[in-house]
């Protein structure tokens, strides 16, 4: 069991929009704005896509957006490309000085 | 550019100890600004991060492994390890080192490759 939820999967067609949810609690998303995201395809190590909530590394695509509200972070991914299709996964700083993920995502693209 | 590689032996009977190397190349693991990280993955299931290191040896561990896992760094080496003791199935996954960003941002952005580690007899 996981310490932050995620649905187990998401899907939508290519070119259109889809958001992850990630649900957690007053002790890690809610008290901290810690929040990243990890985009891992079949048999790779993830990549780090979003941190501290909403800022994208350098050299990942602004199709990927995200947000915090309480106690729950959400990753957007806009104009849904084939090569989207992946596992992600939310993880959050929680107390104290520990780090959770989330159970991951997958995406497929219909 | 940066790059992490793990090392290790593939297989660890039940009960002894899993030790794996993580060696950095690129840039120095003593920079006084970055930590560096421990995850794992199970098969089929999700990650889980292990414990996080500093070059001047202060630790960051789960609390569910705090009493099994020890990191340690090596700065003349430019490495830092993991021994998980006591091993059982369950430690059975797909091991990472990375490099978790500095001033607090408790994200990993660069990764190794992984290596894969089997708890059996």
């Known amino acids: 069991q996981s310490a932050l939820t995620q649905p187990a999967s998401v899907s939508g067609s290519s070119g259109q929009s889809i958001t992850i949810s990630c649900t957690g609690t007053?002790?890690?998303?809610?008290?901290?704005?810690?929040v990243s995201w990890y985009q891992q395809h079949p048999g790779k190590a993830p990549q780090l896509i979003i941190y501290?909530?909403?800022r994208r590394p350098s050299g990942v695509s602004n199709r990927f957006s995200a947000s915090k509200s309480g106690n729950t972070a959400s990753l957007t991914i806009s104009g849904l490309q084939t090569e989207d299709e992946a596992d992600y996964y939310c993880?959050?700083?929680?107390?104290?000085?520990?780090?959770?993920f989330g159970g991951g995502t997958k995406v497929t693209v219909l | 550019q940066l790059q992490l590689q793990e090392s290790g032996p593939g297989l660890v009977k039940p009960s002894e100890t899993l030790s794996l190397t993580c060696t950095v190349s690129?840039?120095?693991?003593?920079?006084?600004?970055?930590?560096w990280g421990w995850i794992r993955q199970t098969p089929g299931m999700g990650l889980n991060w292990i414990g996080s290191?500093?070059?001047?040896?202060?630790?960051h561990y789960i609390s569910s492994l705090r009493s099994r896992a020890t990191i340690s760094v090596d700065t003349s080496k430019n490495q830092f390890s993991l021994k998980l003791n006591s091993v059982t199935a369950a430690d059975t996954a797909v091991y990472y080192c990375?490099?978790?960003?500095?001033?607090?941002?408790?994200?990993?952005?660069?990764w190794g490759r992984g290596t894969r580690v089997t708890a059996s007899s």
């Open positions: 501290e909530v909403i």
């Open positions: 290191i500093f070059y001047s040896g202060a630790t």
């Open positions: 690129g840039g120095s693991i003593s920079d006084d600004y970055n930590w």
């Open positions: 993880a959050s700083h929680g107390d104290v000085n520990i780090l959770v």
């Open positions: 990375a490099r978790q960003v500095g001033g607090g941002v408790w994200a990993f952005d660069i």
């Open positions: 007053s002790s890690n998303i809610g008290g901290h704005d810690r």
